[in-house]
């Protein structure tokens, strides 16, 4: 069983920063692929980063360039470094770990991009 808690998120101008931070407990954290999903009022949920247990990323083409996904493993923390943020990237940021059939959620943590 693994627990994830996001936290970093809340309001912020347009074309300003904000760095979201999801602590893992419970498991193995090396072994798991990390993501942050994304989902804005009355969207679907979609994925804006992943990053493998290789440090191998990949990003949405809307955070390609702005949005940077890192991990430490030994700190059993993954981050979504986020800049010259848009409205548009207002959303619930969920942190998502999977390991073959095993996938966990985290809570959320909301993004208000707003002026």
């Known amino acids: 069983q693994v627990q994830l808690v996001e936290s970093g998120g809340g309001l912020v101008q347009p074309g300003g920063s904000l760095r979201l931070s999801c602590v893992a407990s419970?498991?193995?954290?090396?072994?798991?692929?990390m993501s942050w999903y994304r989902q804005a009022l009355g969207k679907e949920r979609e994925l804006a980063a992943t990053?493998?247990?290789?440090?191998?990323?990949n990003y949405a083409e809307s955070a390609r360039g702005r949005f940077t996904i890192s991990r430490d493993n030994a700190k059993n923390t993954v981050y979504l470094q986020m800049n010259s943020l848009k409205l548009e990237d207002t959303a619930v940021y969920y942190c998502?770990?999977?390991?073959?059939?095993?996938?966990?959620w985290g809570q959320g943590t909301q993004v208000t991009v707003s002026s």
């Open positions: 998502n770990a999977r390991w073959g059939p095993y996938i966990y």
């Open positions: 990053i493998d247990s290789g440090g191998f990323t």
């Open positions: 419970g498991s193995i954290f090396s072994n798991y692929v």
